[in-house]
């Protein structure tokens, strides 16, 4: 270990036992004890507003997540729709943590959630549309099939965008008999 890293975890430690933190405007926060929500934090409700917060070391923690909107794009898939056309499609979402204490108590990654439920929700239902309707149908049917979910989980979608959406070539190489 070099002195640098050395330096670095001491700082760490001290850190971890300082009893004040700050969230700032873009974040929301939540202190728990015990493993449980005791209080949210935001910038609003802090020492003189100025996201300022008190905590007891080693029986309280406080947990900051970003609540500005964020932008990801999922992973492209390859469906066929109701009526076998082979199509592939990737979306672009718009997303923000509305209630971080919803967030805490409901799920680890919230990008990475996101991310799943969208694909997964989109590849079960393109599947139930015509090629026609789909860029228009698919964007409404995902957003629904998904709100309530990210309701209770504290995470609101901003915009819903296919990113590409193109019939996509394939080759059979076995066919059935």
């Known amino acids: 270990m070099t ?4 330096i670095a975890n001491f700082a760490e430690y001290v850190y971890g036992f300082w009893p004040v933190r700050i969230v700032s405007q873009w974040e929301q926060g939540v202190r728990t004890r015990a493993g449980q929500v005791h209080a949210l934090l935001t910038h609003e409700n802090g020492l003189f507003g100025t996201g300022l917060h008190f905590f007891i070391p080693t029986i309280d923690e406080v947990h900051t997540q970003e609540a500005n909107a964020d932008t990801v794009l999922t992973p492209t898939q390859v469906h066929e729709t109701q009526d076998g056309i082979a199509v592939s499609f990737s979306f672009a979402i718009r997303w923000s943590v509305v209630d971080a204490k919803k967030l805490f108590e409901s799920i680890h990654e919230p990008k990475e959630t996101l991310i ?3 694909v997964s929700s989109a590849g ?3 599947g139930t549309i015509d090629y026609d309707d789909a860029c228009v149908e698919l964007i409404d049917q995902v957003e ?3 709100s309530d979910r990210l309701g209770e989980w504290g995470v609101e979608i901003e915009a819903l965008h296919l990113a590409n959406f193109a019939r996509a070539r394939t080759v059979r190489l076995i066919t059935g008999s």
Do not use: C, K
């Not at 002195?3 to 050395?6: G, S």
């Open 144 to 146: 629904r099939d998904i």
């Open 3 to 6: 002195l640098a890293e050395l």
């Open 116 to 118: 799943n439920e969208v």
């Open 124 to 126: 079960g239902l393109i």
